[in-house]
C-alpha cells in the first residue's frame, strides 16, 4: 500500500525552500555557510531517505521498530536543539552590517578599524533586554544591550555595550547579586522581565552606587520606540595606544540618525501584549524594507590630566564624562544593512567577549570591565558548549588567525601539523608572535597593597543621578517620577519603598517628594546618609535629556489609518503621499482584512484588522471614516479604544468630520495634537512631525 503524505522529489517545484537572493553586504559570505548536499533528503551521515514521514514498523497497524535510525537521528537531533539562554541578555535581535571611518584616530591608536578612512569593517550587531528569559517580551522597561562585534583585519573586536551610559554597580563582584534580583523571585519564578518587585528594589535600597543607573532606569530610555532609535555606549573608559605607545582615554558613544524616540509607559504595557515582537520585527521589516538602520560613532577623548581635572573618576562605571565636559568628536558610522539567514545559527550563537580588543585598544583600571573580562569567556563555555565556539561561523574572525591550541569538544577543523607547539626546530615556517604587530598591553605601573577596598572616589552615589534629572525637560521628569511610582507601587514590603524614599531626596527633594504623593505616603521621609556630600550645585548636563535634543524626524515612523466604507479615496491617497513625503510608512486597519470599499467604488486592503492592529503600533494615527463607517465603529469598543489609546498615549490624531461622534465617544479634547483633515492630509502629517503633544499629558492622567 501506498504511504501517506509521503512526499515526492519528483512531485515537487524544484524550487520549493529555495532562499530567495539575499543582500550580502560588506561581510561577505563568510556566514552564509548552507549545508552542502544535493537534492536528495539524507540522513546526517549521508544516507540518502526514502521516506521521511513514515516510521518502520511492524505492519500498518504494529509497533515501531527500533531499529529505524532515520526516525531515532531525527528525534535525538531535535530532542537536543535548545542550548541554555545566556544568564543575562537572553532576548536579542541582531543584524548584519558595516562599520565606516570617516576620521582617522591613527595618531592616537595603531588600531587599522580607527585609522583607515573609508574602510568599510563588517560587522554584527545584537540589541537584548536584559532581564527577560528568551521568550519574554520586547517593551520590557529593561536596559538594551547594544553589542558590536567588528570583524577586523587585526582581529575581532566586540564592544559590548548598552544604551545607557553608565552602569548598576562599581565592581564585578557585585553582578550575580543584581541579576538574582531583578530576575524573576526564585521561589515563585515570576515577575518575569520587570523590575517591579520586591527583590529588586530590596537590593537597589541597600545599594546607593546603583543610584545614578537607576534614574536612567525610571526613565523612557528603557522603553524605546525602535533599536534603530536608541543611542548605545561602551560605558568604560577605554585606552587607545599609538605607536609610540602614547596612551588616550576613550569613551565610545553610537547615536542614532533618526535620533532618540520611546514609547510612553502605558504604550509599552499594551504594545507588549499586542505584539511582544515589536522591536524585532521593527528592525527585521526596516533591513528588508532597504531602510538600513544607522548610527554615529562618537568618541570622548581625554589624558590622564583630564582625567585628574574630572570631578568623579572616570573608572567607576556609574560615573559618565557629560558630553558638556568632554565633547563627542564623531569618527564613523554604523549601518545595519542584513538580517540573519538563521536566528539561531548567529543571533543565539554569537558570543561577544569584552576581552575581543585589537592592536591599539586597551582596556583602562575599570574594575567593573575587569571582572567582564573573565565572564563574557566563561559563559560561553556552558552556553555554547565547547572552548571552540570560535569556529561557529558568527564568532571566527575573518583575518587570518593560527595558533597553537588544538582538539577540544566539536573541534571542527583538522589541523595536519606535526608540530603543535613553539618554540621548534622542526617546524621553522609556523605561526610565530610579532612584537610590532601583536597586541601589547599599555605598560599601566601598578603600585598599592593588594586589599579589598573602593577607592574613596568612588565614593559619591547621588551627585550625577541629580545631574540627571535635573537636566531632564519637564515631561522627561513627570516619566521619571510616574514610574518610580508604577515600581514602588508593585513592592509589597513597605520598609523597601520607604529606603527608596530616603535616597530619592538625596537626589533631590522634590523628585522624593513627588513619588512619596505618589504612593499615598504622608510620613516624615528619612534621608539616606551619604558617604560624601552631595554636589548640590553641579552643573547640569543637558545632553543626557533625550527631548532637549529637539524633535527626532518622522523617518522611519509608522502611521496607522482607521478606514471604513465609504471613506474618501481622495484623501487616503493624499494621506499616502503625505506620510511617503517623510520617509514615513502607512498602514490601513479596517474593520475586516478584507478591505473596504472606499467613495470612488476603488478597494483598499487592509494590513490589520480592528483588533490585531491597536493604536499602540503607529507613532501617528488617522480615523478615515465616512458617516455610516462612523456609526458602525461606535458600536465596536476596539475602534474607541483605539482612539482613546491615541490620545491618552499623547499621540497625533488626525479625523474627518464625520468621524467627530467616535471622537468624543473616546474622550477626544480638541488641542494641538488633533487636526480635522477635510479632504487633505498635509495638516495632520505636519502636526504629527511635531512630535508627542506633551502638554496634553496633564489632562490624560495625574502628574505627582
Ligand atoms: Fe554583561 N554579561 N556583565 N554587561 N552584557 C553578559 O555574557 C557581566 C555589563 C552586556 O548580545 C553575559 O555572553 C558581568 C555592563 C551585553 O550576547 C555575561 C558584568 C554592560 C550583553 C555578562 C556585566 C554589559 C551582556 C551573559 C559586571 C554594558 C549581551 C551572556 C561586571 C557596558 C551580549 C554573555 C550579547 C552579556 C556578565 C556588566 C552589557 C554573564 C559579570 C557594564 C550587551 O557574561
Known amino acids: 500500500m501506498a504511504s501517506t503524505n509521503k512526499s515526492d522529489k519528483s512531485s515537487q517545484n524544484e524550487n520549493a525552500g529555495a532562499a530567495p537572493a539575499r543582500h550580502v553586504g560588506v561581510g561577505g559570505e563568510l556566514h552564509q555557510v548552507a549545508a552542502p548536499g544535493g537534492d536528495v533528503l539524507t540522513t546526517n551521515f549521508g544516507t540518502p531517505i526514502s521516506d521521511d514521514h513514515n516510521s518502520l514498523r511492524a505492519g500498518p497497524r504494529g509497533a515501531l521498530l527500533l531499529e529505524d535510525f532515520v526516525l531515532r537521528e531525527k528525534i535525538f537531533h531535535f530532542d537536543h536543539e535548545r542550548i541554555p539562554e545566556r544568564v543575562v541578555h537572553a532576548r536579542g535581535l541582531a543584524a548584519h552590517g558595516f562599520f565606516e571611518l570617516t576620521d582617522s584616530l591613527s595618531d592616537l591608536t595603531t588600531a587599522l578599524v580607527l585609522g583607515e578612512v573609508g574602510e568599510k569593517t563588517p560587522v554584527f550587531t545584537r540589541f537584548s533586554t536584559v532581564a527577560g528569559n528568551r521568550g519574554s517580551a520586547d517593551l520590557a522597561r529593561d536596559v538594551r544591550g547594544f553589542a558590536v562585534k567588528f570583524y ?10 548598552n544604551n545607557i551610559p553608565v552602569f548598576f554597580i562599581q565592581d564585578a563582584m557585585k553582578f550575580p547579586d543584581l541579576a538574582h534580583a ?10 518575569q522581565a520587570q523590575s517591579a518587585h520586591d527583590t529588586f528594589w530590596d537590593w537597589i535600597a541597600m545599594t546607593p552606587e546603583a543610584m545614578h543607573m537607576v534614574m536612567w532606569q525610571m526613565s523612557d530610555r528603557t522603553i524605546p520606540r525602535s533599536m534603530r532609535m536608541m543611542q548605545g555606549f561602551g560605558v568604560h573608559s577605554f585606552r587607545l595606544v599609538n605607536a609610540e605607545g602614547k596612551s588616550t582615554f576613550v569613551k565610545f558613544h553610537w547615536t542614532p540618525k533618526l535620533g532618540m524616540q520611546s514609547v510612553v509607559w502605558d504604550e509599552a504595557v499594551k504594545i507588549n501584549g499586542a505584539d511582544p515582537d515589536f522591536h524585532r520585527r521593527d528592525l527585521y521589516n526596516a533591513i528588508e524594507a532597504g531602510d538600513f538602520p544607522e548610527w554615529e560613532l562618537g568618541v570622548q577623548l581625554f589624558s590622564e590630566d583630564d582625567a585628574a581635572g574630572f570631578d568623579f573618576d572616570h573608572l567607576d562605571s556609574t560615573k559618565l564624562i557629560p558630553e ?10 554604523l549601518v545595519l544593512d542584513r538580517n540573519p539567514a538563521n536566528v539561531f545559527d548567529e543571533t543565539e550563537q554569537v ?10 585598544i586597551d582596556f583602562s583600571d575599570d574594575p567593573l570591565l575587569h571582572g567582564r573580562n573573565f565572564s563574557y569567556l566563561d559563559t560561553q563555555l556552558s552556553r555554547l558548549g565547547s572552548t571552540n565556539f570560535n569556529q561557529i561561523p558568527i564568532n571566527a574572525p575573518k583575518c587570518p588567525f593560527a595558533n597553537m591550541q ?14 603543535t607547539y613553539t618554540p621548534s626546530l622542526l617546524d621553522p615556517s609556523g605561526p610565530r608572535e610579532s612584537h610590532d604587530k601583536g597586541f601589547r598591553s599599555f605598560p599601566t605601573p601598578l603600585d598599592g597593597a593588594k586589599q579589598r577596598e573602593r577607592s574613596a572616589t568612588f565614593a559619591d552615589h547621588y551627585s550625577q543621578a541629580r545631574q540627571f534629572f535635573l537636566s531632564q525637560t519637564e515631561p522627561e521628569q513627570d516619566h521619571i517620577v510616574a514610574a518610580l511610582v508604577f515600581e514602588l507601587s508593585k513592592v509589597e514590603t513597605e520598609i523597601v519603598r520607604t529606603t527608596m524614599l530616603g535616597h530619592l531626596v538625596v537626589v533631590d527633594e522634590d523628585l522624593g517628594d513627588r513619588v512619596a504623593a505618589g504612593l499615598g505616603h504622608s510620613d516624615p521621609i528619612t ?3 551619604p558617604a560624601v556630600a552631595v554636589r548640590a550645585d553641579i552643573a547640569l548636563a543637558p545632553s543626557v535629556s533625550m527631548l532637549a535634543r529637539g524633535v527626532p524626524p518622522l523617518t522611519g515612523r509608522k502611521f496607522g489609518a482607521l478606514v471604513t466604507d465609504g471613506a474618501s479615496a481622495a484623501l487616503v491617497t493624499s494621506l499616502r503621499k503625505a506620510v511617503a513625503a517623510e520617509g514615513a510608512m502607512l498602514q490601513i486597519i479596517c474593520p475586516t482584512i478584507g478591505g473596504v470599499s472606499l467613495d470612488d467604488g476603488s478597494k483598499l486592503k487592509a494590513d490589520h484588522q480592528l483588533a490585531g492592529g491597536p493604536s499602540v503600533l503607529f507613532d501617528a494615527v488617522a480615523v478615515v471614516a465616512s458617516e455610516d463607517g462612523t456609526s458602525a465603529l461606535l458600536a465596536e469598543s476596539a475602534a474607541v479604544a483605539w482612539v482613546h489609546d491615541a490620545f491618552a498615549h499623547l499621540k497625533v490624531i488626525g479625523a474627518t468630520p464625520e468621524a467627530g461622534p467616535l471622537l468624543d465617544a473616546a474622550g477626544v479634547e480638541a488641542d494641538e495634537g488633533v487636526a480635522t483633515m477635510d479632504g487633505d492630509a498635509a495638516g495632520f502629517v505636519e502636526a504629527a512631525a511635531g512630535g508627542r503633544v506633551w502638554a496634553r499629558e496633564p489632562d490624560v492622567r495625574t502628574v505627582y
Open 527 to 529: 534621608p539616606a546618609t
Open 182 to 191: 531583578v530576575k524573576e523571585e526564585p521561589d515563585r519564578g515570576f515577575p
Open 324 to 333: 558638556e565636559v568632554v565633547p563627542l568628536r564623531v569618527i564613523g558610522r
Open 351 to 360: 558570543a561577544f567577549c569584552t576581552q575581543n580588543l585589537v592592536p591599539g
Open 406 to 419: 588544538r582538539d577540544g569538544h566539536m573541534q571542527t577543523r583538522v589541523h595536519p601539523q606535526r608540530v
Open 152 to 161: 577586523t583585519k587585526q582581529g575581532n573586536w566586540d564592544l559590548v555595550g
